[in-house]
């Protein structure tokens, strides 16, 4: 018994097998019950009491013979009875129906010398012999619908009783899944710090422990692999440094020019990487101040002014204040900018800035080659681009965009891409004006 119980505890697939297999037998007892009931109640008849049989002289007395019918038709209301009352000229009967064919009605036993019981079918008929006349005195058929339809209400009720309950144990044991899907939905956003807390010990049970130790396995690598690009990238500073300080004494020429913007892309490079992981370290925080958001991203895109597809920039009149992390809000617009001007072919590109719903709204469109709708959804990872050829003519890393969403959500916001193959790219971020809990420490 004790290993049943446990193997009941442990198997998910057990258990909901026994619900509904208790389900059905329920059911059917219910069933059973309820037409055997019904088929009872309107086919059989109760069994004439005593008492009557006993009075059964002051009741042919009543009826008289000859036979009065008025009487004889008033007794068996009284009594529900049917009376049949026969002789060889005449037939009478209180129910025209004569639901029992008392002729073949078999002998059971005499009650007075000119009274005796018979039965018909297991029900009880008393037979009369006065006078020439032969009485027959038998209980009248019951309307049972009524009945019926209480023994149908009953059911119906336990029934749903059943159901109600079935529903109750299956949602109560489903719970795990819910806290399941709640805690697949914090990690898939970032947090693998979130445990799903069980102590079932059935499957549930089991998948719960499979899914923390996934979250604690990727945490672990993620964290090494912070650790190591965050040391490797330190690393690198020095040589790359050194590079820097020997070729300012080297001669000018060609050569000169182009290492140095090689050191410088892969300083950049470096510095990207550097910033990207301190967005997704959980333990610094954005330095934040009130700044005229309009006025501030005006600042920052003159800087492009020299821009030969042309740069328009738009600013409402009225300007509003967000606590806003200088320094990484430049960063967000920078790349933006450099986006928008490498794929703009040239053309105009377009900077805006509205405040609508206590959000401020950067809005930064080129009219360029555009993206497909197919790179989109992942335009925005790291080291992810469109161009999967990455020629030097692109330009980047595939960091850009990366960072740009990493500096909007730590700031609460959202990065939102739309864009069209052969007619541009528009990218907006919604920036809350407030500081806000959303906002993820960085």
Not at 203 to 229: C, F, P, V, W, Y
């Amino acid at each position: 018994m004790t290993a049943v119980i446990q193997y009941f505890r442990k198997s998910l697939f057990f258990r909901l097998l026994a619900i509904f297999g208790t389900t059905v037998v329920f059911f059917l007892i219910i069933i059973l019950i309820s037409l055997q009931t019904i088929n009872n109640e309107n086919e059989t008849i109760e069994t004439i009491p005593d008492y009557f049989t006993r009075h059964v002289e002051s009741i042919i007395e009543d009826i008289g013979t000859p036979p009065n019918l008025s009487n004889a038709m008033r007794l068996a209301g009284e009594l529900n009875w049917t009376i049949n009352i026969r002789n060889p000229i005449m037939e009478w009967s209180s129910d025209a129906q004569n639901r029992l064919n008392v002729d073949i009605s078999e002998y059971e036993e005499s009650l007075t010398p000119d009274a005796e019981m018979r039965s018909i079918g297991g029900e009880d008929i008393i037979r009369v012999e006065r006078g020439g006349y032969d009485f027959y005195m038998y209980r009248s058929a019951q309307d049972d619908g009524q009945f019926n339809y209480l023994v149908l209400y009953v059911a119906m009720s336990l029934v749903i009783l059943i159901l109600f309950l079935n529903y109750f144990m299956v949602n109560k044991m489903l719970d795990p899944i819910r806290l399941l899907k709640r805690g697949a939905e914090r990690i898939r956003e970032g947090d693998l710090s979130f445990r799903v807390k069980s102590n079932l010990q059935d499957e549930l049970g089991e998948l719960t422990e499979s899914i923390n130790h996934m979250a604690d396995s990727l945490q672990s690598m993620l964290e090494a692999k912070r650790q190591l690009l965050m040391a490797i990238s330190h690393e690198l500073r020095t040589p790359i440094t050194k590079a820097k300080l020997r070729m300012e004494f080297m001669p000018d020429s060609q050569e000169k020019e182009q290492l140095k913007e090689d050191i410088d892309e892969i300083d950049l490079l470096i510095s990207d990487l550097l910033e990207a992981e301190r967005l997704n370290n959980d333990h610094s925080v954005l330095v934040s101040e009130p700044t005229k958001l309009a006025e501030f991203v005006k600042s920052v895109a003159e800087q492009f002014g020299s821009y030969e597809g042309g740069l328009a920039i738009e600013i409402p009149d009225e300007d509003k204040e967000c606590e806003i992390d200088k320094l990484r809000i430049r960063l967000l617009i920078t790349n933006l900018l450099n986006n928008a001007m490498r794929h703009g072919r040239a053309n105009l590109v377009s900077v805006k800035v509205t405040f609508a719903e206590e959000q401020g709204i950067i809005e930064v469109k080129d009219n360029g080659e555009g993206i497909s709708e197919e790179h989109l959804s992942q335009i925005a990872e790291p080291f992810y681009r469109a161009d999967s050829s990455r020629q030097r003519n692109t330009g980047g890393f595939g960091l850009g965009l990366y960072l740009c969403r990493l500096i909007t959500q730590a700031h609460g916001g959202e990065l939102i891409i739309d864009s069209k193959i052969g007619k541009g790219t528009r990218i907006s971020v919604n920036l809350p004006q407030h500081a806000t809990n959303n906002a993820k420490a960085i």
